[in-house]
């Protein structure tokens, strides 16, 4: 069993130490006997999503998100092939809106993005820090987390939480958040989320794993402190929502 | 007008002073809110003094004001500045309030002001600073404040073009606010090339990486920590200034900083932010025309009063208290950094109970940009991870090459404190927040004096 994680600009979009969420699924991964490598696609790298199993990509600046954006034009269809042969894409924060159709800085300048799905994102000139819970079919408990987004994305058609029980959502408090479609995951959810939700790791593994070919134990590795670590943050959260 | 408004505000404002203090609502910032309501150009009237200096940035804002309120007292000139970081609007109206004759003159020959770089915009809307120091710009309280790019535009409409700035030349972002701009209103501060300089970047990211102005990517010839060093983009040729004010020399070791090749300057604090916060008081000191000999009486074995250092006893432990910003991994970065720097055999607390002491929050994004590694060293003997977010400290550490066995986890600050206190007597090292603080205070004993 054998793995290519590609981490798509670590160098500009890590904003809240997106890092963990590649080590965190790697460590799962190795405790499965998975041989993992990791690549890095830099700045100055052409894009090749080619050999990746999983491809991922965190937040960054308003600046950066659009520096990425011209770096990553013309590159929709490939990371879509790439989806739809297996590869398993996961996209966080504002790395999110990178995959819809364009994203609407501010100032109102239109940049286009890699367009695989039709949601349309506007900026503006206030941030929306706040916590998060949010709840999606593919796990029983629900997704804790937090987001840190000056943006409105609308039009998204397959939401990946259906709603949230705290926080704000692509375009409303409370309301649907992120994108879903197939091998690809979407959500506006900063940092860790991997690390933050153990549940929804081990539903990533399993459709690697699905897609991949390996037979998975019906148990799947439980490292120490996740799950004490998510369910503390859970009832911390669940605290504030009123 | 307008003029009768701002009589009326000041008239108001002075007013409601004594009876904070009879409804012991001291030290808010009520007065200047009230002033502001009844007059919101108040601070536009203000006659104000010939310098106003302005401090913002990331980090070393309180400490710099600090110093350079000391040096400006120590040459004889009458300071007022907001002592107690009431650094938003409000708490500057408070502050003039507080130092201002009924017709509305400030006693004082500066105004010396400590700058929230988010409110610096609606501040300086009003009267503008003559020097106006930033200091540094990166990840901090991120959910408060946004990203460092955030705050860097939300610091620029703050400046106007008769204001001299004065900026770091090492943190690239910080000097892109001289684009521009006449460079005559421009002044720098810097620390070149010593013995604790790196040539490779250390820290869990970099977001020196790319150039602010093209986005090319920047080379660095060293680094002092974090983003700040000498850089370069290739691409448009963007450098690092040359200082007029600069670290000539420094040996962290003697714990001696050179300035501009002639004077040397003992450190009571062998920290870099030190440094650099000394560059900077001693740059704008200078443009205020306050002789060196002055500036290095004053800043020689400076003790910062500031609180972010303090011991205290546990058991036979001798305690430090170092205070480092939660959701700031350079804070922790720089505080991890002296730990290590030391020889002699020692423990290690971490506290992450309450994220912030001002909002809620379950963020903790930030301890993943925390270099931990750095307590991978024989001399930290034992490490306790202590608070409510005890696991997911714990999570991290397993990410870092600190040996397992040397870790313990107590969720209970006061069960940690019991144990310590029972047992051993090697120098304890605490980093926590201002949060979290006083639930350690609370339980050791303060050494008298310390601060």
Redo the contacts between chains.
């Keep these: 069993m054998e793995l290519t994680i590609l981490h798509l600009y670590p160098d500009v979009m890590s904003l809240y130490g997106e890092h963990a969420n590649v080590a965190v699924l790697r460590r799962h991964l190795e405790a499965l006997g998975v041989t993992v490598t990791v690549r890095k696609l830099m700045a100055d790298d052409a894009p090749d999503f080619s050999g990746a199993g999983f491809i991922y990509m965190g937040a960054g600046t308003e600046r950066t998100q659009k520096f990425v954006l011209e770096r990553l034009a013309g590159q929709g269809p490939a990371l879509r092939a790439a989806a739809e042969a297996g590869a398993v894409v996961l996209f966080t924060g504002s790395a999110m809106e990178a995959l819809g159709a364009s994203v609407t800085d501010a100032a109102g300048t239109v940049h286009p993005a890699l367009g695989l799905a039709d949601f349309a994102t506007v900026e503006t000139d206030r941030r929306a820090p706040g916590d998060v819970i949010a709840h999606t079919d593919l796990t029983d408990s629900p997704v804790v987390g937090f987001m840190n987004k000056c943006s409105l994305t609308h039009g998204v058609s397959a939401p990946l939480f259906s709603r949230l029980s705290l926080g704000f959502g692509s375009d409303a408090e409370l309301g649907p958040e992120g994108w879903h479609d197939g091998n690809i995951f979407a959500t506006h959810i900063t940092g860790p989320l991997l690390v933050k939700n153990p549940d929804l790791l081990d539903a990533l593994i399993r459709l690697l794993a699905k897609n991949q070919g390996w037979d998975l134990p019906e148990q799947l590795p439980v490292l120490p402190h996740e799950r004490d670590a998510y369910a503390v943050t859970l009832r911390e959260l669940q605290s504030r929502v009123k | 007008m307008g003029k009768l408004r701002f009589y009326l505000a000041l008239l108001a404002g002075k007013l409601s002073r004594p009876v904070l203090k009879i409804t012991k609502h001291k030290g808010t910032s009520f007065p200047g809110e009230l002033a502001l309501r009844i007059c919101p150009a108040f601070l536009q009237y203000v006659h104000m003094p010939e310098q106003i200096i302005a401090v913002t940035g990331s980090n070393g804002k309180t400490s710099t004001v600090e110093m350079i309120a000391a040096i400006l007292t120590a040459a004889g000139r009458q300071v007022i500045y907001n002592k107690e970081g009431s650094n938003q609007t409000e708490g500057v109206a408070t502050l003039l309030l507080a130092n201002c004759t009924l017709t509305g003159r400030l006693h004082g020959d500066v105004l010396l002001l400590e700058s929230d770089e988010r409110y610096t915009k609606y501040t300086f809307k009003w009267f503008r600073p003559t020097h106006y120091v930033i200091t540094n710009l990166y ?1 901090d309280q ?3 404040n ?5 705050v860097y535009d939300a610091i620029r409409p703050s400046i106007s073009p008769e204001t001299t700035l004065v900026l770091n030349a090492d943190d690239p972002l910080v000097a892109s606010f001289a684009q521009g701009r006449d460079p005559a209103k421009v002044k720098w501060f810097g620390l070149e090339e010593n013995p604790s300089s790196t040539k490779e970047h250390r820290g ?3 977001d020196g ?2 150039c602010p102005i093209c ?1 090319g ?1 920047l080379t660095y010839s060293c680094y002092h920590y974090a983003h700040i060093g000498h850089y370069k983009c290739a691409a448009c040729g963007y450098s690092r200034p040359t200082p007029d004010f600069a670290g000539t020399a420094l040996d962290l070791q003697k714990g001696v900083l050179t300035v501009n090749g002639r004077t040397d300057i003992h450190l009571a604090f062998r920290s870099i932010y030190n440094i650099y916060n000394i560059l900077a008081a001693w740059s704008v000191c200078s443009l205020a025309g306050i002789p060196a000999d002055v500036m290095a009486d004053t800043v020689d074995n400076y003790i910062l009063k500031n609180g972010r250092t303090i011991r205290f006893g546990l058991g036979a432990h001798r305690g430090t208290l170092l205070i480092s910003k939660h959701e700031n991994s350079v804070a922790y970065d720089t505080n991890l950094d002296y730990i290590r720097s030391l020889t002699e055999p020692c423990e290690v607390m971490v506290i992450v109970d309450a994220v912030s002491r001002r909002y ?10 925390i270099d931990f590694d750095r307590l991978d060293t024989p001399h930290v003997r034992r490490i306790w991870l202590c608070g ?2 005890v ?2 400290l ?2 991290r550490f ?2 870092t090459g600190v040996d397992p066995e040397k870790i313990v986890l107590q969720e209970s600050i006061s069960a940690a404190c019991a144990q310590l206190k029972a047992e051993g007597d090697l120098p304890l090292y605490v980093m926590t927040c201002f949060s979290d603080r006083d639930k350690l205070l609370s339980l050791v004993q303060l050494e008298q004096g310390g601060n």
Excluded: I
């Design positions: 990840r991120l959910t408060r946004g990203h460092q790019e955030w869990m990211y970099d990486q790319r986005r990517k809620f929050t379950g963020e903790t994004s930030w301890l993943w940009d409510k977010y696991n997911d714990a999570m397993d990410y």
